[in-house]
């Protein structure tokens, strides 16, 4: 299985690998810096299983991301979680009639990540 962890932050990025890595069932881990990276590693490394995308980042949010993932029909299978501190209710709810399988907030401990994930990947 392959994870795509998506955050502005590195070490954002290194707190949801290290909580993904413990989980063991993912053979690699890529991380993108914001949205363009993210299209970019998706269109040259995936489909990913599993993307874990924060919704404040430079270049693309992570919004607009999920909304052009889901634009693309051979994209379809991968599931998208929402990892943010954004907590406005509507927000959250464009998030997930946009397509985002879950919605985790900011912050939150390696159980939640892990129970999240494997909910979304129906494990």
Known sequence: MKALVVDDSQSMRNIVKSGIKELNIFDEIVEAENGVDALKKIEEQGPFNIVLLDWYMPEMEGYDCLVR???????????????????????????????????????????????????????
């Open 69 to 123: 993932i889901r634009q693309r029909p051979d994209w379809g299978d991968m599931k998208v979680m929402m990892v943010t501190t954004e907590n406005q209710q509507e927000n959250i709810i464009r998030a997930v009639i946009a397509g985002a399988n879950e919605y985790l907030m900011k912050p939150f401990n390696a159980e939640m990540l892990q129970e999240k994930i494997r909910m979304v990947l129906e494990l």
